[in-house]
């Protein structure tokens, strides 16, 4: 059975040995998103460890 949406990646060694490594969704940041789509929030994953972020 297929999902809509992605999913989340794997985080397992991408926190460079910082404990617990999560994927999280985060706002992307893109200026391609035109004003037609105001209604539109692109997210994206990241893996967090703490308060700092690392791509995944």
Not at 24 to 31: A, E, K, L
Not at 37 to 53: I, M, S
């Amino acid at each position: 059975m297929k999902k809509i949406g992605s999913s989340p990646p794997s985080c397992e060694h991408k926190c460079y040995g910082c404990m617990p490594c999560e994927a999280i969704q985060v706002p992307t940041t893109s200026s391609r998103v035109g004003v037609q789509y105001t209604n539109y929030e692109p997210e994206g994953w990241k893996c967090k460890c703490g308060p700092t972020f690392y791509s995944p």
